[in-house]
């Protein structure tokens, strides 16, 4: 559904939220890619886009990496929307161009309810609470 680097960045975000700080404020590139189970360069550039776009905090350095805001309510649609824009939530499912209800494509009326549905969850649906289903075990960020 969401592009390979979108499922990354999901997935360090749900990290960066759900680690424990009291150590270091700090979580190293290597660290992240490693919890998630991706390539240290990858990583780093899906990082660098979701610190351009604010939605976490990064520092360069040895004692550097990246760490969360303070703020708690960044949504898995701002974040989808950082890295894959808006195709999934308003693109025409056949790739028309021009769909709208005046000008609908085949499929328009059928997945106008499933993208309302959809832009309701990832509008709803925050990185916290996330992170804290993370922490609880209530699912996993890589393979085993």
């Known amino acids: 559904m969401f592009s390979k680097t979108c ?3 999901i997935k360090a975000m749900v990290y960066i939220w759900h680690r424990d700080y009291s150590v270091t404020t700090w979580a190293s590139l290597k660290e992240i890619a490693e919890a998630i189970d991706s390539p240290p360069s990858f990583t780093s550039k ?3 886009q979701l610190a351009k776009k604010e939605l976490l905090l990064s520092m360069r350095g040895p004692s550097g990496g990246f760490s969360k805001l303070k703020k708690g309510d960044i949504r898995l649609g701002d974040v989808i929307m950082a890295i894959d824009g808006p195709k999934i939530t308003r693109k025409c499912i056949l790739g028309f ?3 709208n209800t005046a000008y609908p494509c085949a499929l328009h009326d059928k997945f106008a309810h499933i993208r309302d549905d959809l832009n309701k ?3 709803e649906t925050k990185i916290e609470g996330l992170g804290d289903l993370f922490s609880s075990g209530a699912f ?4 085993d």
């Open 7 to 9: 499922e990354y960045a």
């Open 97 to 99: 161009e021009e769909c």
């Open 140 to 143: 996993y960020l890589k393979e």
């Open 121 to 123: 969850v990832l509008d």
């Open 46 to 48: 899906v990082l660098q």
